[in-house]
């Protein structure tokens, strides 16, 4: 009962502050409602009747605040293309602590210079500080503006709608297009890889025939270089073993064979082999002797068997030495090789 007798004198104190004289035209009232969660700042108006009586025109409507204080600036009326202003200057501010916390319906009613015509686009509009406020005067007016308003929502709702659509073909648009052009890269960089790739197993076949093709020519070389005397050397082993019983025979065989594997050993024979190895082997003699002054004639002349392809024990004949000293010596002399400034120690120590 308090609530309402402070809320009655509310609105008995603000029709009082708002009526500029006791035979003022334009009257105001309004009413303080439960208060609200959720502010607007969009005033809504509603028109409650219309008059042309008196010789003049009178314009009530009803107009909604919710927690927001507001400031109405100036009323006119559009009637028939023309431009009415109030009897009385119009003007209004709701201040903070009359709608703060509070929903408020402020009744306004407003005379304007009479008029015996009235048309469908009439329309009362109040200049406020959240914008141009319009109210039609007409039902068909009215109703106008309501459909009016229920297009733009579903235009607008349509336009959102339009709108996320296309944003999802852009997106969708965008993800293919991003797909294509990384699919399209990576297939390009995948085939350029395997044309590489193939190019190089290319490149190292043709090295690999080639080096077979050169390795054989260079044992066919070597076969013929030493089969003469190797022929020589194997029918007297065989003689050696036949002529088992006579030792006279046997020792004058066994220093025929010594003297045969003598001549292997002869500085012809390495000189030639030597020749042959650098003529298959790109000269790979040659460079040692450049690269690597330090190493002396027994060691070249290893190396040179080795190079040849020579089994173990046909080196260590040839060097002779014990095939046990055969493997400590290639391996001293490949660390040597490998421990060198020598440009291309790593090929000298490839073919040992």
């Not at 708002?18 to 035979?23: F, G, K, L």
């Not at 023309?82 to 501010?93: A, D, G, K, V, W």
């Amino acid at each position: 009962m308090k609530d309402f007798l402070k809320i009655w004198l509310i609105g008995i104190i603000i029709i009082l502050l708002h009526a500029p004289s006791i035979n003022a035209t334009n009257i105001v009232t309004y009413v303080v409602s439960d208060s609200i969660d959720t502010p607007s700042e969009k005033l809504k108006i509603e028109l409650e009747s219309l008059s042309n009586e008196d010789d003049k025109v009178r314009i009530s409507v009803k107009l909604k605040s919710a927690n927001v204080p507001f400031t109405i600036y100036e009323a006119k009326w559009v009637n028939c293309d023309n431009t009415y202003l109030p009897s009385e200057s119009f003007s209004l501010i709701a201040q903070t602590n009359e709608v703060s916390g509070r929903n408020t319906e402020w009744h306004i009613s407003l005379d304007f210079p009479f008029s015996d015509t009235f048309e469908d686009n009439d329309v009362l509009i109040l200049k406020t500080d959240k914008g141009i406020v319009k109210c039609p005067t007409s039902t068909s007016g009215k109703l106008k503006e309501e459909i009016d308003l229920l297009r733009t929502d579903y235009e607008n709702k349509l336009d959102l709608s339009n709108e996320s659509t296309r944003k999802a073909w852009i997106f969708l648009y965008v993800i293919l297009v991003s797909a294509i052009i990384i699919g399209s890269t990576i297939f390009i960089i995948v085939k350029r890889r395997l044309s590489r790739k193939r190019k190089e197993i290319e490149e190292l076949s043709m090295l690999i025939s080639e080096r077979t093709n050169r390795n054989c020519e260079l044992e066919e070389q070597v076969n013929t270089l030493y089969s003469n005397r190797l022929d020589t050397l194997n029918m007297l082993c065989n003689e050696y073993f036949e002529k088992s019983d006579s030792e006279k025979v046997k020792l004058s065989l066994y220093n025929e064979v010594e003297k045969h594997i003598l001549a292997l050993r002869d500085t012809k024979s390495i000189t030639q082999l030597e020749s042959i190895v650098n003529m298959y082997m790109d000269n790979i003699l040659v460079k040692v002797r450049e690269q690597m002054p330090e190493l002396n004639k027994k060691d070249l002349i290893f190396l040179t068997y080795l190079y040849a392809g020579f089994s173990p024990r046909a080196v260590c004949i040839f060097t002779d030495i014990k095939i046990k000293n055969y493997y400590n010596r290639r391996s001293r002399l490949k660390n040597r090789i490998l421990e060198s400034n020598a440009p291309d120690k790593e090929i000298f120590a490839s073919k040992m």
